[in-house]
């Protein structure tokens, strides 16, 4: 097996391939977070007046949520690396479709705030994310109101002009989904009374931490079992805010995971997010041995962000409860590679959600496990990996399918650089679509990533 590209008729495919060498050492820094960045430029495009935005992740997904906010007729312009200016106007209609590449956050917020705004568009997105669910959001859209044709729950689907304000509702979150949640709360500040969301499962609440810094009121209840309720009056307007990107925990993990299976490693990895809605991952792989401490804790615009030290570690496989999925739900890809380099069975329940992401990643995962010799095998929403512990964990010597999903992509690199034999992946552009300096960060502390 060789680097090498494939060529279709007007593509060319890069095959990165990942090769085990010496320990991974040294220092670098998170990527912006992807949800809090989608989040950063919708609502400052909804705000009038002149928002700054430093630390923008500039990947495929959330650029193409700044294209979209032009679309609708906000100024969004770049003054530097992750420096962003955005100065919200009074929505339009936008003449052509509205176009998501990859991204399931970008399409899905909006869609909500485009039905807030009471303005008509067209939204659509790659192979990937046409096959994914849009029903869950134009549901709760619908019972507010909205008019909306779609193709059987899938995309490409068109919102239509409505001049009438939206119904308040009461709506309770059918999935644990913080794309559905902040769809309907977008959609909400178009609502002539009271909307209130009830989520029985706490998903990330970036959402409602952020309306409430754009000057939005909301609040939140428990709802006294281990959810809660969000009330937000319809009709209030966004004031600008600045805000600071913290860096995102679920992109960190990889150099992190790498650190925690390659022999000797100490690796650094400087300024994530610690949202207690999204560290499900660190608790889990703490779990599990690792040695990984916070340090330089400290508050940076209201959030929880650290500086995450990861050594490399003998792990052992536990059970991992369902009630954390949603606090981790896009780091099980690179869970179960570290599942497959501990001893012992790791166990990962109440995974259903995996089934409708970029590409089912139960299905992506297994696969890719079971192509490079480790034991995995899954359900309906569970996965089980069996690790055999040691070095190499994994056999490796595989090409991967990824299916048009990034993580599934950078997961088989990190299990590339301590597998037995190199990892091969039939496609790296996606990527980019959530951290295009992915293969240079892993490479600048010591990885083997040829492209
Ligand atoms: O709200 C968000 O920013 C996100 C929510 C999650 O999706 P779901 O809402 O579909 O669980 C997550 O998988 C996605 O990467 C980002
Ligand atoms: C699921 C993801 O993103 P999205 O839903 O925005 O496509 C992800 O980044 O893993």
């Not at 500040?189 to 029985?200: F, I, K, M, N």
């Not at 329940?349 to 297994?366: C, F, N, Y």
Request: proline share 4%; aromatic share 4%.
């Amino acid at each position: 097996m060789s680097a090498s590209t494939s060529k279709s008729s007007d593509t060319v495919t890069r095959r990165p391939i990942a090769t085990k060498g010496g320990s991974l050492s040294g220092t670098v820094t998170a990527p912006g977070d992807k949800s809090i960045s989608h989040r950063s430029l919708i609502l400052s495009a909804l705000a009038k007046g002149e928002s700054a935005i430093t630390g923008l992740l500039e990947a495929d997904d959330v650029l193409r949520t700044a294209a979209s906010m032009r679309a609708l007729g906000a100024s969004v312009e770049r003054d530097g690396p992750g420096k962003w200016r955005v100065i919200g106007e009074q929505w339009q209609s936008p003449e052509k479709s509205l176009y998501f590449g990859n991204s399931g956050t970008g399409v899905r917020l909006v869609m909500g705030a485009v039905a807030g705004a009471g303005i008509r568009a067209s939204f659509d997105g790659d192979i990937s994310l046409r096959g994914r669910p849009m029903g869950r959001v134009l549901e709760p859209l619908r019972m507010m109101g909205v008019e909306a044709d779609d193709r059987e729950g899938r995309l490409p689907v068109t919102i239509k002009e409505n001049g009438n304000g939206l119904r308040a509702v009461e709506v309770k979150l059918a999935s644990a989904s913080a794309q559905v949640k902040s769809a309907i709360l977008l959609a909400a500040l178009g609502a002539s009374g009271t909307v209130r969301v009830h989520e029985p499962v706490l998903c990330r609440d970036h959402t409602e931490r952020m309306l409430s810094a754009f000057g939005v009121e909301l609040s939140t209840a428990s709802d006294g079992k281990d959810g809660r309720f969000i009330t937000m009056d319809g009709g209030q307007s966004l004031k600008p805010c600045d805000v600071n990107v913290p860096g995102d925990p679920s992109s960190a993990a990889f150099a992190i995971a790498a650190a925690l299976i390659v022999p000797h490693s100490d690796v650094v990895v400087k300024g994530v997010l610690l949202n207690p809605l999204r560290t499900g991952l660190y608790q889990t792989l703490r779990e599990m041995g690792a040695d990984i401490t916070f340090e330089n804790q400290r508050v940076e615009n209201g959030e929880d962000v650290a500086d995450i030290r990861a050594r490399h570690s003998v792990l052992r496989g536990i059970e991992v409860p369902a009630a954390r999925a949603p606090s981790m739900i896009d780091e099980y890809p690179i869970l179960s590679v570290v599942a497959a380099f501990a001893h012992g069975e790791t166990m990962m329940t109440g995974l259903e959600e995996l089934r409708v992401k970029e590409s089912d990643r139960i299905a992506s995962v297994e696969a890719g496990l079971v192509a490079c010799g480790a034991d995995a095998v899954s359900g309906p929403d569970w996965l089980k990996v069996s690790g055999a512990g040691g070095t190499p964990g994994m056999i490796g010597g595989a090409l991967i399918k990824t299916n048009h999903d990034h993580r599934i992509a950078m997961s088989f690199l990190v299990a590339g650089l301590a597998s037995e034999q190199p990892i091969e992946i039939d496609d790296a552009s996606m990527i980019a679509t959530s951290f295009p300096d992915f293969i240079d960060q892993i490479n600048s502390i010591g990885g083997n990533i040829k492209q």
